[in-house]
């Protein structure tokens, strides 16, 4: 190899230049020698091949020919130091003969004569072209990445193996508040550990009392050692963020952070519609289910308060006697409220508001079971401070509340051992309101129930110790009050029920003379007066009659539609009383009847029902206008509609 020096050194004998020539032709290295005239003196095949020539087309030309001009001039400054005697490494871009554009790795290796002077210089080429465009390709691809990252609403950082911040985005920096700086590459994962527990962002199982640098630690190693997971987290200020991270091959840890504060809100709008749709659908079915009964139980109930009540009227000079019947007519009344408020409820009426002492509704509800709690070996013990104030509220409803929370603790206690106690408390509540609570020390209620308990239906009792419709109809009465009913553990053990309730807006009093009306003892006519009581139910439609009579009516009753049409196509009467639902002709269709046939009678019908949840009863109600007289009825009210009746 024309200019090869024998390869020597200390302890080597001298390499045989055709065999060093052996070794340079068969190296993968693109290897080519130039001498001091910048011609090339021996080229290797692969720097031939790199060159698309042959070996013998390049031995003797000069740099300029071989790697074009431009080449040439790039590449001179690099020659001139070798030919002084200096190794040079050079890497970048260059632009050889024919437009081609390499990344190349250039080493040039001074040769020496045997007087000392540079005879020339190896040039040892390799091409990097390939592995430089993957750089770059990466490099454009890990900024438009970072670009991406950087702006997404989403909050994402990454943590090398050693817990040092890789890259967080402006997004996580945002929804934790953290500094800009923090997200410099290499910030230690414990400084923003640090941060968040200097600002007071404890976890539940954390106690802030334990030292900082141990808080510090045990939630760095925590971070670092996570695996894929994804969990939610609630922050201080309401917000939930939901947390997905993941384990990457070099150790580090990815990890994203969304805002599902809107979607969670949603889903909980959701569940509130679809609850409210079922709980709409539950009490439907509830009501089919009252409006069934409701008529067997109210008319029984109007013969009792009836006759209870002209037995007390009769036995007036007989205190003992009038005494027994008022009892007998309050229980009675009472009876009849209650089926009054569950038919309210499941058809959503109104509450009748009047000023109530919370005190007096639970004296009122412990005199009706007391005599079961006691005998149950339980202490009811009651804290009600006279500064409670009034509210407007339906007293009768609120001690259907009372009863049935005070029954439900009743209940829980049956096995408990030891000693039993129901607490009612009530106290002044917010804006003029009350908060009144029933505490029992019994087994309680798990955290996952407590929020199905006042669902219809729903109970925690044995099948047959319970239907589920008590505090159901106690969230109804509870909401038309616009209060609110929650379910607690008591302090110790136990369950405790919550009610608060708004002071509320009292309904107008009736008038002065309207009072003075209903208490007349009748009404002073100039003429007899007539009725006709129509009621498949005979001591119903006796006990109207003796109502009436009492009031100087004379009283004719039929059992049916049918015989009540004949009686009044030849006859006049000042009162017409007909029950709503009745086989055959019903209430309904007689009075459709008198419209076209008789209209001066149809204008004195007064419907008479237990039912006012059967199929088109209020439409009916509302098209007729006529008033209506509600099993179970008192005879007071009954004289005070039939007057109006009659006086018109």
């Not at 909050?155 to 911040?165: P, T």
């Not at 917010?430 to 020390?441: K, Y």
């Not at 209620?445 to 109809?473: H, I, M």
């Not at 002073?524 to 119903?540: F, G, T, Y």
Request: aromatic share 6%; glycine share 10%; charged share 25%.
């Amino acid at each position: 190899m024309e200019g090869a020096a024998a390869v020597e050194g200390p302890g080597f004998p001298p390499m045989d230049p055709a065999l060093f020539k052996s070794v340079l032709d068969r190296a993968f290295t693109r290897i080519a020698f130039v001498d001091r005239d910048y011609r090339h003196r021996y080229v290797n095949p692969e720097y031939a091949a790199f060159m698309g020539t042959t070996v013998e087309a390049i031995i003797g030309r000069t740099i300029g020919e071989v790697l074009g001009e431009d080449a040439a001039r790039q590449l001179a400054p690099l020659a001139n130091r070798a030919l002084a005697g200096e190794t040079v490494r050079w890497l970048g871009w260059i632009t050889y003969a024919g437009e081609r554009r390499r990344y190349v790795e250039r080493v040039y290796r001074p040769v020496p004569g045997a007087d000392g002077t540079v005879q020339g210089y190896f040039a040892i080429v390799r091409d990097l072209t390939e592995l430089k465009q993957r750089e770059e390709d990466l490099a454009r691809r890990t900024a438009q990445l970072e670009a991406i990252l950087g702006h997404i609403a989403e909050g994402v950082n990454i943590v090398d193996a050693a817990g040092n911040i890789v890259l967080a985005n402006d997004g996580f920096l945002r929804m934790y508040g953290y500094p800009t700086e923090f997200g410099q590459p290499g910030t230690p994962l414990e400084r923003f550990v640090r941060w968040r527990l200097e600002h007071g962002a404890f976890y539940a199982h954390e106690n802030p009392a334990e030292p900082l640098d141990a808080l510090v630690a045990r939630r760095a190693a925590a971070i670092r050692t996570a695996g894929n997971e994804t969990v939610e987290e609630a922050r201080p200020d309401g917000r939930i963020f939901e947390v997905r991270r993941r384990r990457l091959p070099d150790g580090g840890l990815l990890s994203t952070y969304t805002d599902v504060t809107a979607v969670k809100e949603a889903e909980r709008e959701v569940r509130s519609q679809r609850d409210a749709v079922r709980q709409a659908e539950r009490l439907s079915a509830l009501g089919s289910l009252l409006a069934g009964v409701a008529h067997e139980l109210n008319n029984p109930l109007s013969i009792v308060i009836a006759h209870a009540t002209l037995l007390e009227e009769q036995a007036a000079s007989q205190p003992g006697l009038a005494g027994r019947a008022t009892k007998i007519k309050s229980a009675a009344e009472r009876c009849g409220r209650i089926v009054q408020t569950f038919l309210g409820m499941a058809r959503r009426k109104a509450p009748e508001r009047r000023p109530v002492r919370i005190a007096s509704v639970v004296e009122a509800a412990l005199d009706l079971i007391g005599y079961a709690l006691r005998s149950s070996g339980i202490v009811a013990m009651r804290d009600l401070p006279d500064d409670v104030p009034e509210i407007a509220a339906d007293q009768d409803q609120l001690m259907q509340v009372l009863i049935n929370l005070i029954t439900n603790a009743q209940q829980a206690l049956a096995g408990q051992q030891g000693p039993r106690r129901i607490a009612i408390a009530a106290r002044p509540g917010e804006d003029g309101g009350i908060v009144l609570t029933v505490a029992d020390n019994g087994p309680g209620v798990p955290p996952a129930l407590r929020g199905k308990v006042f669902d219809p239906f729903f109970t925690t009792r044995q099948e047959g110790g319970g239907t589920g419709v008590g505090l159901s109809l106690c969230r109804a009465i509870i909401s038309a009050h616009a209060g609110t009913i929650a379910l607690e553990e008591t302090e110790g053990g136990g369950a405790t029920v919550r009610v608060t309730l708004p002071p509320g807006t009292l309904e107008p009093a009736r008038s002065a003379e309207a009072a003075e009306a209903d208490a007349l003892p009748g009404l002073v006519v100039r003429r007899v007066l007539s009725a006709l009581v129509v009621d498949d139910e005979d001591e119903v439609a006796a006990v109207l009659a003796e109502i009436l009579r009492s009031d100087g009516f004379v009283v004719e009753t039929v059992s049916d539609g049918l015989a009540a049409r004949e009686r009044l196509s030849t006859r006049d009467f000042d009162v017409v009383l007909s029950d709503l639902r009745m086989p055959g002709l019903d209430g309904a269709a007689l009075h459709a009847w008198l419209a076209e046939a008789r209209p001066d009678l149809a204008a004195r019908v007064v419907f008479v029902t237990g039912d006012r949840l059967g199929a088109g009863a209020d439409a009916l109600l509302a098209a007729t206008k006529r008033p209506v007289l509600a099993k179970p009825f008192a005879p007071a009210e009954v004289r005070r509609v039939v007057r109006g009746i009659a006086a018109a």
